[in-house]
T-cell receptor, first 115, second 118 residues
């Protein structure tokens, strides 16, 4: 069974450019989460979706960040314009909350470097 | 405000010995706790969990203990192996909490780097 798939694995771009991170959750999972990992703040939740609907976006740092989930098998996290302080590893995770106490399954992340 | 805390950023243990990783939480509504393991350049992978109705859960070499009165949990690895060297994250959620915006959301600690040396 395929796990959570994220692309790209690495992204290096210049400040001011638009960055789009992509995620394909595990088939059948109805919850999708976007996390950011930094040395300063650890692993922090940015936003999560249930059945493609954003439920809690209180972790999104600024208006420069946006996330969408147009269908059950695809989500994007966009940063526009990007800044050096956005450099981090971004993880996507999914699970099926319909089943009690299901752990989240993580992708391998996108390492983002903004120069 | 960090609701889940892992106060030891690193732990070094000899192969064959016990590794004990600790985690504290502040939110009394948390009722489900998990440990994740993370290798470099990979995502966190689920290791073991425990519900608040239990005080111990065991899976092979891994045992998680929960002390609700102290709001403390620990992960024991016995015996430790070099392949266990990774960052371990503690996480908690309020599965039974009714408000939709927080149901199922995980709160993570900062992680503890475990190094098991031969």
């Amino acid at each position: 069974d395929a796990g959570v798939i994220q692309s790209p694995r690495h992204e290096v771009t210049e400040m001011g450019q638009e960055v789009t991170l992509r995620c394909k959750p595990i088939s059948g999972h109805d919850y999708l989460f976007w996390y950011r990992q930094t040395m300063m703040r650890g692993l922090e939740l940015l936003i999560y979706f249930n059945n493609n609907v954003p439920i809690d976006d209180s972790g999104m740092p600024e208006d420069r960040f946006s996330a969408k989930m147009p269908n059950a098998s695809f989500s994007t996290l966009k940063i526009q314009p990007s800044e050096p302080r956005d450099s981090a590893v971004y993880f996507c995770a999914s699970n099926n909350q319909g089943l009690a106490n299901q752990p989240q399954h993580f992708g391998d992340g996108t390492r983002l470097s903004i120069l | 405000d960090q609701q889940v805390k892992q106060n030891s950023p690193s732990l070094s243990v000899q192969e064959g010995r016990i590794s004990i990783l600790n985690c504290d939480y502040t939110n009394s509504m948390f009722d489900y706790f998990l440990w994740y393991k993370k290798y470099p350049a990979e995502g966190p992978t689920f290791l073991i969990s425990i519900s608040s109705i239990k005080d111990k859960n065991e899976d092979g070499r891994f045992t998680v203990f929960l002390n609700k009165s102290a709001k403390h949990l620990s992960l024991h690895i016995v015996p430790s192996q070099p392949g266990d060297s990774a960052v371990y994250f503690c996480a908690a959620s309020a599965q039974g909490y009714g408000r939709g915006s927080t149901l199922g959301r995980l709160y993570f600690g900062r992680g503890t780097q475990l190094t098991v040396w031969p």
